[in-house]
C-alpha cells in the first residue's frame, strides 16, 4: 500500500508513480566504497542484534560483538561509536538524506518528496529487513539506554532534515524545523504506536497520515 500523495485529481497516482519512476532511476546510486561499508556494518549489526535477542543487551560487551563478527573492537567503536549504536544505527539513514537532498533539488512540495523517498526504500527496509527493523524498534522503546541514544539521533536526524530543506530556498531555517520536527517526531510517534501493537497494522498507511498532516502544514501559511 502505498503513502497518500498530497496531489488531487483522477490522474495523480499515474502521474506520481511516473514521476517517482523517473527520478528514481536518476537518483544517485553510493559508490563501491560506501556499499562495502555498509555491508560489513550490516553484518555487524545482524550478529550484535542476534547476541542481544539471545542474551540481552547488557549481558553483551562490545568485545564478544566483535569476536562473534571476525572485526576488531576498534572497528565497531569506528562505526557505530557506542553499544546503544549496535541497535539505533539504521543503515537507509544515508541513503534517505540522500535522496530526500536529490528530491528536494526538483519540483514538488515536501509531502510529494517524502513520499518519493520511501517509495525508493520501503521495501528494503520494512520488507526485506522487516525482522531487524521490527527488533531494533523494541529494543528502542524497551532498554533506557537505548531509547536515550534514539532520542539523540531523533534530534540529530530532526536538524538535518530540517538544514536540507533551508538549503534548498524552499522556506527559511525556523519553518524548516517546525515542519522536520512534525514531521520525524510524527514517525517516531508512528513506530511506538507499532511496538505498542506489537508489530500489528499497517505501518505504511500509518506514516501516511504524517505525510498527510505535513502537506497540510506547508499550505499554512507562517503565522496563520
Not at 557505530?80 to 526538483?106: I, P, S
Not at 531555517?173 to 514517525?187: K, P
Not at 517516531?188 to 504506536?193: C, E, G, S, W
Amino acid at each position: 500500500m502505498s503513502v497518500p500523495s498530497s496531489r488531487s485529481g483522477a490522474d495523480a497516482p499515474e502521474r506520481d508513480a511516473a514521476d517517482s519512476a523517473a527520478n528514481a532511476a536518476r537518483a544517485p546510486r553510493p559508490g563501491l566504497r560506501e556499499r562495502k561499508k555498509a555491508a560489513t556494518m550490516h553484518r555487524i549489526q545482524a550478529v550484535a542484534l542476534d547476541l542481544f535477542e539471545r542474551h540481552g543487551f547488557d549481558a553483551v560487551s562490545i568485545e564478544q560483538v566483535a569476536d562473534a563478527a571476525e572485526v576488531s573492537p576498534s572497528t565497531v567503536y569506528r562505526y557505530f561509536g557506542t553499544k546503544e549504536g549496535l541497535v539505533v544505527h539504521d543503515e537507509y539513514d544515508d541513503r534517505v538524506l540522500e535522496l530526500l537532498v536529490y528530491y528536494l533539488q526538483r519540483d514538488g512540495d515536501l509531502a510529494h518528496v517524502l513520499t518519493r523517498v520511501l517509495d525508493e526504500l520501503w521495501a528494503d527496509h520494512f520488507v526485506k529487513d522487516a525482522g531487524p527493523s521490527w527488533v531494533r524498534t523494541r529494543w528502542c522503546f524497551e532498554h533506557p539506554s537505548i531509547q536515550g541514544a534514539m532520542w539523540v539521533l531523533v534530534n540529530e536526524q530532526v536538524e538535518t532534515f530540517a538544514r536540507a530543506v533551508s538549503d534548498s530556498r524552499r522556506m527559511p531555517l525556523l519553518r524548516a524545523r517546525i515542519l522536520a520536527s512534525a514531521t520525524v517526531w510524527g514517525i517516531v510517534a508512528v513506530l511506538r504506536t507499532w511496538y505498542e501493537r506489537d508489530g500489528a497494522g499497517d505501518l505504511r498507511a500509518d506514516i501516511g497520515q504524517v505525510i498527510d498532516m505535513l502537506a497540510r502544514l506547508e499550505q499554512t501559511p507562517p503565522g496563520s
